[in-house]
């Protein structure tokens, strides 16, 4: 049995498990496991964490601005003497007057002031003829009938004569001369029809057909006559039953060219 250089069996060495890399992870068994061992509650009870000086850098409050200054604590603040006593220049002066409106208008009273002219003044014929109410009379003072309101003719178009223009437009339209109006009802029958004798062949057209249960002169649509079956075609009708040269195939082809050695030997 073959041996290696150190003694041992080929078979023995073979048989070790295979070494495994420094970075090896193994695989999970299951799910559940973990990966870590999870935090544990230190000597108070409670969870310590670690946070590192990034952390701790981000965590401190911001620093206020050099300049910033705290709110007012009141409104009202001292003033100071200087303040008090100075005095405004003449720019101060002119800016703090109030903006003048020129053509401002300030809304009217709506008591109207009468002048005494006005009250005083005596109008006119044509002012007191104006100042008439107008008469609803001559409109809305008709009597309303069954079918709408009245409206009486004057009487002077009662009276007036018309004109020969207006009396030929007021004509009816005539009809045509060949234009016949609708027959009236029941249409009276001529004594003539009423004593006329049939002949013997209105009485043959007037019988009914018979309807058979078998009938003799039954049709059979896929019956050939003998003329049919002995009709020749012509040379026309042979060259328009032959397909197109695009669409034809070898044995159309040969087809073809059979008809065409037939026409020879018949000519």
Known sequence: MATTV???????????????????????????????????????????????????ELARHRDPHPRWECDRPTPQWTV??????????????????PKSYTLYKYDRSPYTQITLGARTNTATSRLEMLARPRKREDTFAYPEEYWGQSFPVRGEAMHAHPSNLIESLAQA??????????????????????????????????????????????????????????????????????????????????????AKSTKTTDS
């Not at 070494?19 to 969870?47: C, M």
């Not at 100071?80 to 703090?96: C, D």
Request: net charge positive.
């Open 80 to 97: 100071s003497k200087a303040t008090m006593l100075a005095q405004p220049s003449e720019r101060i002066h002119f800016l703090s007057e």
């Open 173 to 258: 339209k005539s009809c045509n001369e060949e234009f016949q109006y609708e027959r009236i009802l029941p249409i009276p029958v001529a004594e003539s029809a009423l004593k006329a004798l049939a002949s013997q062949r209105i009485h043959q057209l007037s019988q009914p057909k018979p309807r058979s249960i078998a009938p003799v002169d039954v049709f059979d649509p896929y019956q050939v006559s003998d003329a049919a079956q002995k009709a020749r075609a012509t040379q026309r009708i042979r060259e328009l039953s032959m397909s197109l040269p695009r669409k034809t195939k070898e044995k159309v082809k040969k087809a073809r060219a059979e």
């Open 6 to 56: 150190t003694g041992k069996r080929r078979i023995e060495w073979l048989a070790q498990p295979k070494r495994l890399h420094a970075g090896f992870i193994e695989d999970r068994r299951s799910v559940y496991w973990i990966d870590s061992t999870p935090l544990k509650a230190g000597e108070n009870g409670q969870t310590t964490f670690y946070a590192s000086p990034r952390l701790h």
